[in-house]
């Protein structure tokens, strides 16, 4: 069994910055892959950003959001930069190995003035 644990969700002024975090524990195996999604009021949950062999952001916040991982900590990071309005939604850490997939709970971010 796998957990996942999110941290650094808030609220934010259109153009900042915030952290999101996510520790994985438990049964943990190498060559997993950890991202993000987020879900919007209303809307369908969506990909946001992967990181395994290789990272992969989606072109909706390419060049504001980095995704990174310490594997010796088994996290995950989201650093998002120039945060939009349109940002606002529950953030999901995901972790896939094998055929199992995991989810976190979620990290509410808003951004609004």
């Known amino acids: 069994q796998v957990q996942l644990a999110e941290s650094g969700g808030g609220l934010v002024q259109p153009g900042g910055s915030l952290r999101l975090s996510c520790a994985a524990s438990?049964?943990?195996?190498?060559?997993?892959?950890m991202g993000w999604y987020r879900q919007a009021p209303g809307q369908q949950r969506e990909w946001v950003a992967t990181s395994g062999g290789s990272t992969h952001v989606a072109n909706s916040v390419k060049g504001r959001f980095t995704i990174s991982r310490d594997n010796a900590k088994n996290t995950v990071y989201l650093q998002m930069n120039s945060l939009k309005p349109e940002d606002t939604a529950v953030y999901y850490c995901?972790?896939?190995?094998?055929?199992?997939?995991?989810w976190g709970q979620g990290t509410q971010v808003t951004v609004s003035s």
């Open positions: 995901r972790l896939g190995q094998g055929t199992y997939v995991y």
């Open positions: 438990g049964s943990i195996f190498s060559g997993n892959i």
